[in-house]
């Protein structure tokens, strides 16, 4: 599990001074792209190579609220590979409070969005960092 630590910026709040709930969704992928970082996968590699990862499904279930200057915890795993996709699964946090859990689907595709399989470098990472469970637990 990779821990990634944000401070909620204003722009991040609405109104009632909480974080939009869309902004949950970029914290996702902030959360993916470090994951991927810290495990020697980095997008713009993986893009020269002409695999993408879009996201085909997500789910974000809100517990509590962050509120601006919060310095929250975002938790991303892998928790499901198959051979031309991906799914990530995410806790945030404040300190030890549960803020929000979700999950991401990602098929990996070429520049004309056909299916391709997970190439055997990246899947090797993925499978072995692997969690195989529900976001929610």
């Known amino acids: 599990m990779r821990e990634l630590k944000i401070r909620v910026s204003y722009a991040d709040t609405d109104q009632m001074g909480m974080v939009y709930y869309a902004n949950y969704l970029v914290y996702f992928e902030r959360g993916r792209t470090e994951w991927l970082r810290d495990h020697g996968i980095a997008y713009s590699d993986i893009e020269k190579k002409g695999v993408f990862f879009p996201v085909v499904e997500s789910r974000c279930k809100y517990v509590s609220p962050a509120r601006y200057d919060d310095v ?4 991303t795993d892998v928790s499901g590979v198959g051979p031309a996709s991906v799914e990530f699964s995410y806790k945030i946090k404040l300190r ?42």
């Open 72 to 75: 929250i915890s975002v938790f």
């Open 96 to 137: 030890d409070k549960l803020l929000a859990t979700g999950f991401t689907k990602h098929p990996l595709v070429n520049r004309g969005m056909k299916l391709v399989k997970i190439p055997p470098d990246i899947k090797k990472v993925l499978e072995k960092h692997s969690v195989k469970k529900n976001p929610d637990s």
